[in-house]
């Protein structure tokens, strides 16, 4: 039952996404050792998703950067989880460290100052 409800989440946020326009591609399937889903444009982000009725946020974040280390030390751990009592996907929530967080605008200050 948790299988399929956390299958179903995916297939749900990966659509979301690609429907915003973003090529993703699913490195393993739900309840299987690895993140959950892989941008192609962003292969830096290791992205673990979450549907569940008690929020575990520290657990989480830690399966996230440990999955995220395991392909390397330069991914960018990512937890998206579903907000309880919401359906659309885009009123979900992102959670990340700080320092993640910080890594991701370095990339777009470096990317802004390689284009001056």
């Known amino acids: 039952m948790s299988r399929n409800k956390g299958a179903t989440y995916q297939r ?3 659509k979301f996404f ?3 326009g973003f090529e993703v591609f699913d490195p ?3 309840g299987y050792d690895g993140d959950d889903m892989r ?3 962003y292969p830096q982000f290791s992205v673990e998703l979450k549907n569940h009725a ?3 946020l520290p657990a989480w974040l830690a399966q996230a950067k440990a999955q995220a280390k395991a392909i390397s030390p330069f991914h960018i751990p990512v937890v998206i989880h579903k907000r309880k009592g919401k359906t659309d996907v885009g009123q979900h ?4 460290e700080v320092n993640d967080f910080i890594q991701i ?3 777009i200050k470096s990317e802004r100052e390689g284009n001056e």
């Open 28 to 30: 393993n399937r739900s």
């Open 12 to 14: 749900d946020v990966r």
């Open 105 to 107: 605008l370095k990339l």
């Open 39 to 41: 941008l192609t444009e």
């Open 54 to 56: 008690t929020m575990a």
């Open 93 to 96: 929530y992102v959670a990340m």
């Open 18 to 20: 690609s429907e915003c």
